[in-house]
């Protein structure tokens, strides 16, 4: 027997049509929900299965799935209904990346620019822009910071100058840190050093270091090669000692170089002979005149009890007396100065009388003008 076969709306394709002669069912039954993952509803629903009409369309889906949220956080996914599509923020932060690569988003979670790129810079479109300053570690290190915003990949190079002085003192260095930075520990002393002659007082003695600017202490400190004159204990015999013998004598002695007083290196190394006992015995002498002369009773100096202030009067008026020049000049100028008044006294009295003359004139025209006046009236 030929078996036919009848295509439906839904696609289902039916073998035993014929022998059936049943009524295809395009969705059939539905299942029962599973009461653990169903939503309770809140008013009675018709809990008949209807049956669908062939040809129409699916109802919405009411089974439950795990849904994220719109900032895609882990663990923060809820049960909702398939058919339901709407998405919800679960109100964390963003936490995604920032272009600059450094820092993340602090926005309460919002949709992002391009889920399903797995790009940072595309994900963090919506996210907000960082204001903060670079606080990268910068290579090689060091103690400034970048002075730029914060920016992905690296920091510039280190412009900043430093100073260092050398190993002696005796100048400053100005580098610049990605330079100074980016040498050796051994290559930093060599730049440091002034190439000059060290100038540190050796522990030992009072002479200078001789070596160029050096690290650390100065090398052979018991080896100094200069000069020193060495002295008796009276300090009349003297000779030319190297320093190193001069250390080395004091240190026979049992007292150290270092402990010496600068006027003292040297002094009584060498024994005293009969030149310096002859020289004792005057200096001895010396200090017992004066020893009697203090002793004396000395006469009370008037001239040294006068005050100082008299004693500058006095000179200055010792000083002060004139020569014969400055006398005939001084005659001259008191002889011209009573001829000035004298000039100035005659021509006040001459000047003087003849106003009095014109005074009395004008006063008797005045008279002689009255009188005529009177009589005319």
Known sequence: MKVQT???L???LCLNYLQSHE???CHGARPPPNLEFTLKPKKKK???QSESVLGTPCP?????EWRPCVGQHIGAERMMVCSNKSQ???ENLCGNPLPCGNHYCTKTCHPLGNQSSTNQSLRSEACEDCSLSCQKERKPKCQHHCPRRCHPGDCPPCKVLVKRSCHCGAMVHAF?????NGLSSKDQEIARSCGGPCHRKMPNCTHLCPETCHPGECPNPNKCGKKVTVRCKCQTLKKEWLCQDVQAAHNRAGSHPSDIPKNQFGVGLIPCNSDCKSKVQVVESELQLRKSRVTEVKEPDNEKSVPKRRKRRERVVESNEPTILQKIISRTKQVLLFIFFLVILVAATHYGYKGLLQLNDWM??????RQRSSRIR
């Open 23 to 25: 009524a295809h069912r």
């Open 176 to 180: 610049e840190c990605i330079y100074y």
């Open 364 to 369: 008797n025209k005045v008279d002689e003008q």
């Open 10 to 12: 839904c696609l289902y």
């Open 46 to 48: 018709n809990t008949q």
């Open 6 to 8: 009848h295509r439906f």
């Open 60 to 64: 919405p889906c009411p089974e439950l």
């Open 88 to 90: 919800f923020s679960c």
